[in-house]
């Protein structure tokens, strides 16, 4: 017998209801006094101060001055709260239609749009990781604004997609640099790697060299630029 379920909704039915605001409202009992909105705020304000390991949903309902058990009534479990912490942190898509020039420096506003999401809310790189996700009218709202850019290119539609994914790729990419970069830890790097690079130049020419022309020296301009500019290079030339 399929087992029934009692009182909430589970997995990616839960997320897909929250998400869209579909979940049904309780019948009996008093007016509900929160929001699953508000309880995903105060849940991102603690991922934003403490990292998305500090959400519970205990955490979050000491920070509502309610017990976890009343958050039951609003989301299924922290699951679906996340999924939902991703799309209101994320926020509504930006604009890039009034941007002159066409698809190119519209598309590179909206990559540097949506890197800054990921620098005011670095927790979503661990929120979304490398799994297909429901995605909420927030998510939707930025790819179909990229899409949209792309559609003036005369690509095809697996083109612009693929493009999308190269650009999110590298927006991550840089994010998770930013997350992981420990200056002292950088600096004992290059410290035992030129130690052992000058004994064993003659092993590693190439990256001996490299090294002597300052390749891993802090370098001017933005990573996140460089990158983009030679991906929206390679976008170019397949444009027919």
């Keep these: 017998m399929a087992a029934k379920k009692v009182g909430k909704q589970a997995g990616v ?16 009992g008093p007016k509900p006094s929160l929001t699953a909105g508000r309880i995903a705020e105060v849940a991102i304000g603690i991922a934003d101060k403490e990292g998305l390991d500090a959400v519970s949903l205990a955490r979050v309902a000491r920070g509502i001055d309610v017990t976890a058990m009343a958050l039951y009534r609003y989301v299924p479990g922290k699951a679906e709260l996340v999924d939902l912490m991703v799309d209101l942190a994320i926020g509504p898509p930006v604009s890039v239609t009034y941007i002159p020039g066409g698809w190119r420096p519209q598309l590179t506003e909206w990559a ?9 809310h670095p927790w979503i790189l661990t929120a979304t990781g490398m799994r297909r996700q429901i995605m909420g009218p927030h998510q939707l709202g930025w790819l179909d604004t990229a899409l949209a850019v792309l559609a003036t290119t005369g690509l095809s539609a697996p083109q612009r997609h693929d493009t999308f994914l190269l650009l999110v790729g590298h927006i991550r990419n840089i994010a998770q640099q930013t997350v992981d970069h420990d200056e002292a830890a950088n600096e004992e790097w290059a410290h035992l790697t030129a130690d052992v690079l000058k004994r064993h130049a003659d092993r590693f020419p190439a990256l001996t060299s490299a090294v002597a022309e300052g390749a891993f020296m802090p370098q001017g301009g933005d990573a996140l630029d ?14 027919p």
């Design 112 to 120: 540097r749009q949506c890197s800054a999401v990921y620098r005011r």
């Design 226 to 239: 460089f990158g983009l500019e030679r991906i929206l290079d390679g976008v170019a030339a397949l444009i």
């Design 13 to 28: 039915e839960g997320s897909f209801a929250l998400l869209w605001g579909e979940q049904g409202q309780p019948s009996r």
